[in-house]
């Protein structure tokens, strides 16, 4: 059972449209993070953030923003979808202490832009 | 600085038959190892973990995974595999000095054939 919820599971939208795809978790982690992954399946990380007001841009370059006002929610915005943007985008979170415990994924978004 | 190679980007192999998907790390220090699946148009869920002490980890589904320190592989296995195997399979590694930020390996895609 997911307490990592991630909306829409799809979206198809037109370009130049602002989007903004949604991440919420119930277990009171204070780290999360944004991966891009592609067809051919490696994941990018492209934000995470460790915690309130915390934001970090990731290992791969991404026009999208994200912000932490909250410590569930972890929304990732694009402010003019092009087509280059249609993937999948994969929301997880993780606990603070130490790196023993792993991240719990969302079911992700699979964004199409036309 | 730490690294995930999966050494296969497909396997196929028949229902009922082994399988072993072979993943190999880089670290510098002392690494938690982890093993996730992911099934079509899903997150990724956690398979099982290394954190310490015995070296074979069992984990949900039938797969293990055995932690070589010497060949620094973390390789996973089934026994008899079935077609609901079929799936992508991530390799994942950190440490204590990383924060918690686990770096992926590149995925294998599992493909069960009747």
């Known amino acids: 059972e997911a307490d990592i919820y991630q909306t829409p599971r799809y979206l198809v939208i037109g370009t130049g449209k602002k989007i903004t795809l949604e991440c919420s978790q119930t277990?009171?982690?204070?780290?999360m993070y944004w991966y891009q992954q592609d067809p051919g399946m490696e994941l990018h990380l492209i934000h995470y953030?460790?915690?309130?007001?915390?934001?970090e841009k990731g290992d791969l370059s991404s026009e999208s923003t994200v912000s932490r006002i909250r410590t569930e929610h972890f929304p990732l915005t694009l402010e003019s979808a092009r087509p280059s943007h249609t993937s999948q985008y994969l929301c997880a979170s993780s606990e603070s202490d130490g790196g023993a415990v792993g991240y719990t994924f969302g079911s992700g978004t699979r964004l199409t832009v036309v | 600085a730490q690294s995930v190679t999966q050494l296969d980007s497909q396997v196929p192999v028949f229902e009922e038959a082994p399988v072993e998907l072979r993943c190999n790390y880089s670290?510098?220090?002392?690494?938690?190892l982890f093993w996730y699946v992911q099934y079509p148009n899903q997150g990724l869920q956690l398979l099982l973990k290394?954190?310490?002490?015995?070296?074979l980890v069992k984990g949900i589904n039938g797969f293990e995974a055995e932690f070589n320190k010497s060949q620094t592989s973390f390789h996973l296995r089934k026994p008899s595999v079935h077609i609901s195997d079929t799936a992508e399979y991530f390799c994942a590694v950190t440490n204590n000095n990383a924060g918690n930020m686990l770096t992926f390996g590149g995925g294998t895609r599992l493909m069960v054939k009747p």
């Open positions: 670290s510098s220090v002392s690494v938690y």
């Open positions: 277990m009171g982690h204070d780290k």
């Open positions: 953030s460790y915690g309130v007001n915390s934001t």
């Open positions: 290394y954190l310490s002490g015995s070296t």
